[in-house]
């Protein structure tokens, strides 16, 4: 007897054991990731859920002749446990995978995985030690996955692509190519060809997108683009004829996009790689598979493909419409957060319902095409875990007793949108309101730090988290991520304290999202969208502009959880100032959207904080100063 | 005619142009560094020097056929100009060394390179571009300069090594390889052995010193540690026999420490490398020339080896050492700034007369070792060039009409000392007012800031630049370095923002050095000497204990260059803390040097600054809050 959260592996297990005698494997890996190491993958990408049972969206199988494990992080674990059947083994951090195949393979035996499933990075970090182990890690083109499950397998995706409309798009995709082209001349190594493998960056240089991902409005595509010529390899039939003709496919000069066969990438690339040429690739979101078809010599190798970088920075038209983007999901929110005011006390409502009320309330927006990620709904102890979603086994009912975390975002036509708030609708405690006073402070601290034009986003981390620190709190994830205009919820590499950001620039967008998670209590996260722009500075050394951030999420914070005593007077002056925009910016949006009832909550929830704590302080210590003044006057004793 | 400041190199030229021929080399490269990669190095190792006649401390030649260049940075142009003759060109950052190489030879051509004066890194950033454009750059053992300059050369210090004191010693030589032996046994690559390359983690290890170097305490050595055998590389006739006892020297158990020729080192370790090991080197103070004898999988690279990173936490003796280090020094730079207050109006005084009367006053206290590095003395425009020292050209009159910048340091048997203080002795102007607040309001919120146990240096940084950041001002240097005792004067990986720091724990010690220069006019840096310490928080999330710093440096700062208008009230607080703890620790130690007039000027100096600007400050905002009150309560009206 099998319960029914759990599937039956048996069966494709033998199967998968099968084939790895028939090629000579000891072990096979399988990991969660697609040919374009996409945050989301389609379902035909789903093989490490499909081969486990475990739908999770991260963890890594790996099937020995004798032995099935999984490892994942200690959020899917009780997961895991209940959709995997006794074939598999949980591995929870007992050992690296790396030492576990150690363990099971003798020296000599063969260790293999499919190329296009492992970054550069990744498939590094296994060949490497296996090879010091004197283990081999072969590439194995065909999936042995795919192989078994066959016609079972989800088709590629069919459905058409479309096109940005017209007053969306600042540049054409020929001005872009352009742009592209013209760093490639500006790179010292002289790259001949730029090879572009994330589906995001493709999507952002055509202008195009599609529905092959949940989520991702991206499409199954390469671009390979040289001074000479631009191929999109990507499944033709998907193309309407108003697409083709914007492509100008019709043709073969350096102004033209030549339409491939997707599964034609490695083969074109290989036989491009045999001229005289170098290209260039980002690490990040390339494969082993491709990676591995060109010579090292012919290879220019940097983090971030130049078409991730330019893509960073958004033209006016972009910003335009992110903000847009913003200010019709601030309505959907705000309409959410009165709709929680009056329907928690009833008792009624629960994470799932939350979740699914505030993604209709969305898909009312103009422009709307669904919510940018699975929406976090978090109430009390469930928030304590950073990335915690809802489903029918945890959903939590929603309480006045209990803090609630929002996280939650939108695609639109014209911009991409993700924010958080955490609410309490009842007394939150003494360190409750500390903790989130102490979040909203690093988050206001960040938001209106001052730093020099190409400062690296990272070292802004520190102010999203002193408040926290000098209470001897802190959080640990990081503070915040570039997003994309109707792309990914996830872009890099913009983004302050996740290891891996680029120099900040006017026009590039970040999250600013610190937090705060006690376990098995609550969690607390303040997430806005922010926009970098130019500060106003008495001088500018260095003959840089000095950058500061601008607010483009426009939903007030809860007053409930907020102590403005441990407030500075900058800190409120700001608070304060952004409220004034939310209001101003607001107010006719609700109006205009008829929408009375969210107006006046509006007009409440954005009253200016006084100083007047700040001021009793201020009087307490002068009184004191005064005494003390006139105590060494002696006009006291 | 050669003017005297110059060096004829025609001889030395011709004779090294006839050994490249004679072996091949179309280009010969000469760095400017020692074996050891050394901050300074012994006048035999100054073989960039001796060719190119260019004494300053930076900077590369490189000699083809035809052709002889040298590079360096701008704040030595005018110093190269006028000492190198007319055989050289100066290079000002036209074009890189490598370029100009790819230029001055032809595909297959030979570049050579004593391997032993380049670190792994630096070797590889001449070999990858070279080989790409189809050059060789191939190590060449024999010195080629040091052929030439034969008999001429300086010899090998012959001096004694010496032993430190034992009251200044937390631990033996024993425990401190005990405690290396057990990080190689923790380390999951299972070195077998650690190689010692850095001329300070010797010095340390044994707990000797040696006189072979300028400024830097130590003495010509490798140490090659394994879990079986000690091998300590040196000249053995410099070892006084009671520290080859002290060493143990006469056996060869794992106890004892093996005397080995200082120039077998390679030959040594080449045959160790033959057996079934793995030896664990630190990738900054190893040279090409040992590196490449080792095949790579026997090699365990980290950016630093485990002595340098054990060395960075003091242990109680070397931070009281550290700490009783800087109080004697405290009295020879208030002697100083004392002395400068009554000399500097006189007129009669210069950079050079001053750095020389404070190197005196330092050798007056007690275990003085001599300066730690060369003052930098620097009045008026001379101190914008953050790294300036006076010479005979350049030397300047101290005048009250200027600002003033000393940074220096001692070296003490118990401790190294470092600190920079900033002086105007007429009127600063408004902007130097503005400025040295904002390095000085930099300076203490880093001082005073608070972070979890493991926080990497840099991650500090921003701290010490926001004050100035906030006005549109920086600067173009690093904000901390670690310190020895009675080693380096720049010790890593401790440090903050450098780019290549450590996680920080207590124990630690870092400069905290902001600053501001503003070209041809002035510059500004406070350094003082902090130690990291426990912190007291309300809560110590994650486990670990909230760290902060503890000044160790404990001299006033300039008074009349303060503006208390632009600071908040933390800072003011800390600054007045500071000021007491000066006082508290300075004045008995002022007294028992019989010190009366220093004693005298430092309860001037250390005065508490008040808060009455901010109450003036608090007092307006709060007649405006009660107007504003009483207005909205009509009762104005």
Known sequence: YLPPTITDTSLRLSELRALMVSQNISVYVIPATDPHLTEYIAPRDARRAWITGFTGSAGTAVVSSTKSALWTDSRYWVQAERQMDCNWELNRGETTIVNWIMTETKEGETIGADPFVFSIV?????????????????????????????????????????????????????????EIRTKMEENIYQPTAVLISGLDETAWLFNLRGNDIPYNPFFQSYTLLTADFIRLFVNESRLPADIKANLNTGCNTSECVQLKAYKDIRKNLQEYAKGNVKIWIGQEYTTHGVYGVIPESKLLIERYSPVQVTKSIKDSTEQKGLKAAHVRDAVAVIRYLVWLEKEVPTGRETELSGAHYLNNLRSEQMFSKGPSFETISASGLNAALAHYSPNNETNRKLSPEEMYLVDSGGQYLDGTTDITRT????????????????????????????????????????????????????????????????????????????????????????????????????????????????AETKHTFGGVPYLTFEHVSLVPYDRKLIDVSIMNKQQIDWLNNYYEKVRKTMSPELQAQRLTEEYNWLQKHTEPFSHSVLVTYSLINLTGVLLGNLLLQGRLL
Chains 1, 2 share one sequence.
């Open 122 to 178: 990744e498939w590094e970090n296994y060949e490497k030690p296996l090879l010091q182990g004197k283990r081999q890690f072969v590439a194995k083109e065909n999936n042995l996955v795919d192989i078994i499950w066959a016609a079972e397998r989800p088709p590629a995706p069919t459905d058409d692509i479309f096109k940005i409309p017209d007053e969306f798009l600042g540049r054409t995709w020929q001005m872009k190519v352009k």
């Open 423 to 534: 609410l309490h609708w009842g007394t939150p405690t003494t360190f409750q309101k500390e903790a989130y006073t102490r979040v909203l402070m690093g988050h206001i601290d960040l938001a209106r730090s001052i730093f020099p034009a190409g400062t690296i986003g990272d070292v802004l981390d520190v102010w999203a988290r002193h408040a926290l620190w000098e209470a001897g709190l802190n959080y640990n994830h990081g503070t915040g991520h570039g997003i994309g205009n109707f792309l990914g919820i996830h872009e890099w590499p913009v983004g302050i304290g996740s290891g891996h950001t680029s120099r900040l620039h006017v026009g590039m967008f970040t999250s600013i999202e610190p937090g705060y998670y006690e376990d098995n209590e609550f969690g607390i996260r303040i997430e806005d969208i922010a926009m970098v722009v130019k």
